[in-house]
């Protein structure tokens, strides 16, 4: 019988080791056979630590389970998949995972992250047999006839990133992998990283072969420490089965693989602030042009995608672009992981084709709120994504769709908040944000951030609010026209739609608003 207790870092939060060492425990007192493995997340996050056991109907699930729970479980025949109150069935039954569509989280949560067997076993490796098979250029054509955009926020054309990497002539190329996944709400690239660092590996390795680059590197965020243990463990067994080296997979290929951790900033999320701090500078945003795909990583022609772009590319190649373009609508193609967090019942992530409707995915997925209020706005794209009110809620989720509505789709994160906001609090949260996270290179973000605190205190305060409301306005203007990159381009937006849906937050009386 195999156990699982996953040691992705939500479940750790939860007490997933003191539930493997009261397994292990239970099981010697009972002189019971069992072999434990630590898997990653299903992303199941309401019901962590989540234990699965392998049965002849499949694995079955119980949680979520506290170590008190392991007696019971054993004494009820949970090693037989047998009924117990945490038992929720068949794993694959369960109706958040059952609705799903997963491609690229297919075996998160089901391997053992660390075993290249089980990444095998599981039809890990497929897309990388097959891109060795082809020249550069067709891989890049099957990547461009998919349909994959970018993940980490803008949604630009994959294939045409790695085209110009291509093409362009150098004597040294990159790929860097941004695994700086600093928005609020989401944590996808994280539950790869540590329930499936392989398929990683895999797609960075198809994007370093087809665009002749032979190094590259993963920079995580300094707080993702599972993730950061994980993937180094993962990129070490990876050079030992000969995965990455001097001859990948036999082949006369190169690709070597170093991680790098964050700088503990938001900006250097950024793409070329994120390549300044891989160099070993303070992470400060750089001018576009050039774009890091001709002068990126030390001047040289650079890929910088993200963990959900590069971990979308091994399914890509082993299906084939037809197979991935069917998933999704309009010019959004394939799937995207989803992270329901915030005020809702039954938070994790759910991978899904694009089209999918914000109120599919925080009702029939996310249950409604946690606190059984009813849910008055969402956040999607992290921090300086827009709040969507419940009116749009059935707006269906792909890039265009939200841009029309004046949002992003983002990292896929999604935010709730229930009747209890206050948006005015939000709005101010939005530009504090900011002034703490801006890099300082230029006067819209460095400046205007700090002062749309101010004014947004005043109108708090009720202090000649219509001419500070008119103020805040024409500020978000200069942030959005004026600013270098996106941080102070986009801080404008959670303001403003703040404003706009939820006008009353921004008249209340400040009594009022201190009774409240
Ligand atoms: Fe730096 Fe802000 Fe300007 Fe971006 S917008 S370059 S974060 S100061």
Not at 206 to 212: F, P, S
Not at 237 to 258: M, N, S, V
Not at 259 to 283: D, F, P
Request: hydrophobic share 40%; proline share 6%.
């Amino acid at each position: 019988v195999t156990v699982y207790v996953p040691r992705d870092a939500a479940a750790l939060s939860m007490g997933a080791e003191a539930v493997a060492d009261a397994i292990r425990r239970e099981a010697t007192r009972r002189g019971a056979s069992l072999r434990l493995v630590r898997n990653g997340s299903r992303g199941l996050l309401w019901l962590e630590p989540l234990v699965e056991v392998t049965t002849p109907k499949g694995r079955v699930a119980y949680g979520p389970v506290a170590a008190e729970d392991v007696p019971s479980l054993f004494d009820a025949g949970f090693l037989q998949g047998d009924a117990h109150p945490l038992g929720h069935g068949p794993t694959e039954d369960i109706d958040y995972l059952k609705h799903q569509e997963r491609l690229t989280f297919a075996r998160c949560g089901i391997i053992d992250p660390l075993s290249i067997e089980d990444y095998r076993a599981h039809g890990g490796g497929g897309g990388l047999d097959q891109a060795l098979t082809m020249t550069p250029a067709d891989v890049i054509a099957t990547v461009t006839d998919s349909g994959l955009r970018g993940r980490g926020g803008a949604g630009f054309p994959t294939g045409l990133k790695w085209k110009t990497v291509l093409e362009a002539e150098a004597p040294q190329k990159y790929v860097c992998c941004n695994a700086d996944e600093g928005d609020s709400g989401t944590f996808a690239d994280r539950m790869i990283m540590e329930g499936d660092p392989f398929l990683l590996i895999e797609g960075m390795t198809i994007c370093a072969l087809a665009v002749g680059a032979t190094r590259g590197y993963v920079y995580i965020r300094s707080e993702y420490p599972h993730a950061i243990d994980t993937f180094r463990q993962a990129v070490a067994r990876a050079y030992e089965a000969g995965w990455l080296g001097d001859a990948i997979h036999g082949h006369p290929k190169t690709f070597h693989l170093e991680v790098r951790v964050g700088g503990g900033a938001y900006i250097c999320g950024e793409e070329t602030s994120m390549l300044e701090s891989i160099e070993g500078k303070r992470g400060v945003v750089r001018v576009k042009p050039p774009v890091p795909a001709i002068e990126g990583l030390f001047g040289r022609p650079t890929v910088i995608n993200n963990v959900l772009t590069l971990t979308s590319v091994p399914v890509i190649l082993a299906r084939g672009a037809a197979f991935y373009r069917d998933y999704g609508m309009g010019r959004s193609r394939g799937t995207q992981p989803f992270q329901l967090a915030g005020n809702i019942r039954r938070g994790g992530l759910v991978e899904k084709a694009f089209g999918v409707s914000l109120s599919d995915l925080i009702y029939r997925f996310g249950g409604g709120s946690a606190t059984g209020r009813p849910i008055r706005a969402v956040q999607v794209g992290g921090p300086l994504g827009s709040y969507i009110p419940p009116d749009q809620f059935g707006m269906a989720k792909d890039y265009e769709t939200f841009a029309a509505h004046g949002a992003m789709v983002g990292h896929g994160g999604i935010v709730v908040f229930d009747d209890g906001v206050d948006m005015i609090v939000q709005a101010r949260f939005a530009l504090e944000f900011c002034a703490e996270e801006s890099c300082g290179k230029c006067t819209p973000c460095r400046i205007g951030a700090v002062r749309g605190v101010e004014v947004m205190d005043r109108i708090a305060a009720g202090i000649d609010r219509e001419a500070n409301i008119s103020l805040l306005k024409d500020l978000c203007a200069v942030m959005a026209d004026g600013s270098l990159c996106a941080m102070g381009g986009l801080t404008p937006q959670p303001v403003l739609s703040a404003l706009l849906h939820f006008p009353d937050d921004f008249h209340r009386q400040p009594d009022a608003r201190a009774a409240e």
